[in-house]
T-cell receptor, first 115, second 106 residues
Framework: GAGVSQSPRYKVAKRGQDVALRCDPI?????LFWYQQALGQGPEFLTY????????KSGLPSDRFFAERPEGSVSTLKIQRTQQEDSAVYLC?????????????FGPGTRLTVT | GNSVTQMEGPVTLSEEAFLTINCTYT??????LFWYVQYPGEGLQLLLK?????DKGSNKGFEATYRKETTSFHLEKGSVQVSDSAVYFC?????FGAGTRLTVKP
């Protein structure tokens, strides 16, 4: 079946704008993860869902970042009042099992540029 | 702090050379360990994994052994190919290392 998809693939926002990034996980995958990847760095964990429950949001860098997965499938990462330091690739991953340490399948990412 | 420390790159090797990319992790709890690979222009994909001490993960000629005594999960391959050129990420559960870029020259 289809892999993890993310939209948009590229987003340019002016500083202060709000953005919404979408993730469609693999059908039937219980767990969903969001990461932020700066240029030349590894993915940094943001938040984790098990079905519709957000079980860990310890990686969200500020209260401007908000994620939801209301029906346990599609997820949206929202960033309010974007700042230049928010420029990065935002990766979504899903996993078949509840165990957060299970192997993850990654989407292609959304590259956000804040000008 | 970061739970995973991996060898800084870039690493450049000739085809058929032996590859080692070092990775160490913080020893809290009983983590699962992973190597992910990102080929040019593609997304991250799982290369191999190990879920408990002394497990060996292997795939596409790559191997890594979960060493609890040294908190390490080093990636090895006996003979690299040009097609192995990519960025390799070591991960402990949801925590990733900074990545190591490997370039293999013919």
């Amino acid at each position: 079946g289809a892999g993890v998809s993310q939209s948009p693939r590229y987003k340019v926002a002016k500083r202060g704008q709000d953005v919404a990034l979408r993730c469609d996980p693999i059908s039937g995958h219980v767990s969903l993860f969001w990461y932020q990847q700066a240029l030349g760095q590894g993915p940094e964990f943001l938040t984790y869902f098990q079905n519709e429950a957000q079980l860990d949001k310890s990686g969200l860098p500020s209260d401007r970042f908000f994620a939801e997965r209301p029906e346990g499938s599609v997820s949206t990462l929202k960033i309010q009042r974007t700042q230049q330091e928010d420029s990065a690739v935002y990766l979504c991953a899903s996993s078949l099992r509840r165990d957060r340490a299970y192997e993850q399948y990654f989407g292609p990412g959304t590259r956000l540029t804040v000008t | 702090g970061n739970s995973v420390t991996q060898m800084e790159g870039p690493v450049t090797l000739s085809e058929e050379a032996f590859l080692t990319i070092n990775c160490t992790y913080t020893a809290t709890g009983y983590p699962s360990l992973f190597w992910y690979v990102q080929y040019p222009g593609e997304g991250l994909q799982l290369l191999l994994k190990a879920t408990k001490a002394d497990d060996k993960g292997s795939n596409k000629g790559f191997e890594a052994t979960y060493r609890k005594e040294t908190t390490s999960f080093h990636l090895e391959k006996g003979s690299v190919q040009v097609s192995d050129s990519a960025v390799y990420f070591c991960a402990r559960d949801m925590r990733f290392g900074a990545g190591t870029r490997l370039t293999v020259k013919p």
